[in-house]
């Protein structure tokens, strides 16, 4: 079953622009990272945020962290026609499961 | 330095037929963990392996069954293939159990009529 959901399922915006994804979790998590998908290839990596961090930032990626409300958001600042592709949160949750959640993921289409 | 790779990219079988996928993980990780993508969902959790063992499994029948060798390469398999079991199935490494960063393959997209 998936852990949570991202928000919007899909978003379009012009190519400069930021854009902002969101992702709800049920349980306690340890972790939550972020993930890129292209084309229904193999997912990559973006950033991950500890339980006790509330911000995080690599290159032009902003990651929020909000464990009262379980939800984490996703920043991309300057979009460009490459970062077109699904965004999945996933979490661990700290009951010592060694496995990932995934959220629905978020299509994201930048418009040159 | 390879990344995770897996074989065969694609394939198409038959309902009630068998499939084994394959997994060879990134350099230096013992981990490997595959995920059932289904067209349009996130990855679901199947199961890790780790020192040839099966650590930690997610709410899949037993026909979904694996295999870790000694070298840390890993093997997926599913008997008894239902219509249900098309999907993109993505294998994953990573160095130890503690989750952090998942280095994931291409996948294989595995078709059943």
């Known amino acids: 079953s998936q852990q949570g959901e991202e928000d919007p399922q899909a978003l379009s915006i012009q190519e400069g622009e930021n854009a902002t994804m969101n992702c709800s979790y049920k349980?306690?998590?340890?972790?939550l990272q972020w993930y890129r998908q292209n084309s229904g290839r193999g997912l990559v990596h973006l950033i991950l945020?500890?339980?006790?961090?509330r911000e995080k930032h690599s290159g032009r990626l902003r990651v929020t962290l909000d464990t009262s409300k379980k939800s984490s958001s996703l920043l991309i600042t300057a979009s460009r026609a490459a970062d077109t592709a699904s965004y999945f949160c996933?979490?661990?949750?700290?009951?010592?499961?060694?496995?990932?959640?995934f959220g629905t993921g978020t299509r994201l289409t930048i418009i040159p | 330095d390879a990344g995770v790779t897996q074989s065969p990219t694609h394939l198409i079988k038959t309902r009630g037929q068998q499939v084994t996928l394959r997994c060879s993980p990134k350099?230096?990780?013992?981990?490997v963990s595959w995920y059932q993508q289904a067209l349009g969902q996130g990855p679901q959790f199947i199961f890790q392996?780790?020192?040839?063992?099966?650590?930690q499994r997610g709410n899949f029948p037993d026909r979904f069954s694996g295999h870790q060798f000694p070298n840390y390469s890993s093997e997926l398999n599913v008997n008894a293939l239902l219509l249900g079991d098309s999907a993109l199935y993505l294998c994953?490494?990573?160095?130890?159990?503690?989750?952090?960063?998942?280095?994931f393959g291409e996948g294989s997209r595995l078709t059943v009529l």
């Open positions: 945020i500890r339980s006790n961090e």
């Open positions: 996933a979490t661990e949750d700290n009951f010592g499961n060694e496995k990932l959640t």
């Open positions: 392996y780790y020192e040839e063992e099966e650590r």
């Open positions: 350099s230096g990780h013992d981990t």
């Open positions: 994953a490494s990573s160095a130890g159990l503690t989750n952090g960063e998942l280095f």
């Open positions: 349980t306690s998590i340890n972790n």
